[in-house]
Nanobody, 123 residues
Framework: VQLQASGGGLVQAGDSLRLSCKVS????????MGWFRQAPGKEREFVVS????????TYADSVKGRFTISRDIAKNTVDLQMNSVKFEDTAVYYC?????????????????WGQGTQVTVSS
């Protein structure tokens, strides 16, 4: 199983950015997909998750109303649309997946992680 994140870059505060995560090697039927981020000197934190089958979501309060997660079942991808980005959104963003039929709340059990993609927001 491979998770490949892409789409990071340097943007200005208030701009938009779209991250994408491609999952290969697995059918995601009862899995939850998640986006996490880790800022310099800080622990990795949860951003948003989505159940693959139903599309049910859970967002961190810090991104509610600004970020939107979506999945494309045909392409096996999950995207993170980031609008009105803030300086504090600067971080390495990771996508991950876990088998979790009771999702979308992330459990962290047996999760698989992709490599990160850097998002830098200039103020």
């Amino acid at each position: 199983v491979q998770l490949q994140a892409s789409g990071g870059g340097l943007v200005q505060a208030g701009d938009s950015l779209r991250l994408s995560c491609k999952v290969s090697g697995r059918s995601l039927g009862r899995y939850v997909m998640g986006w996490f981020r880790q800022a310099p000197g800080k622990e990795r934190e949860f951003v948003v998750s989505i159940t693959w089958n139903e599309g049910r979501t859970t967002y961190a309060d810090s991104v509610k109303g600004r970020f939107t997660i979506s999945r494309d079942i045909a392409k096996n991808t999950v995207d993170l649309q980031m609008n009105s980005v803030k300086f504090e959104d600067t971080a390495v963003y990771y996508c991950a997946t876990e088998w979790n039929p009771k999702g979308p709340v992330w459990t962290g059990e047996n999760a698989l992680w992709g490599q990160g993609t850097q998002v830098t927001v200039s103020s």
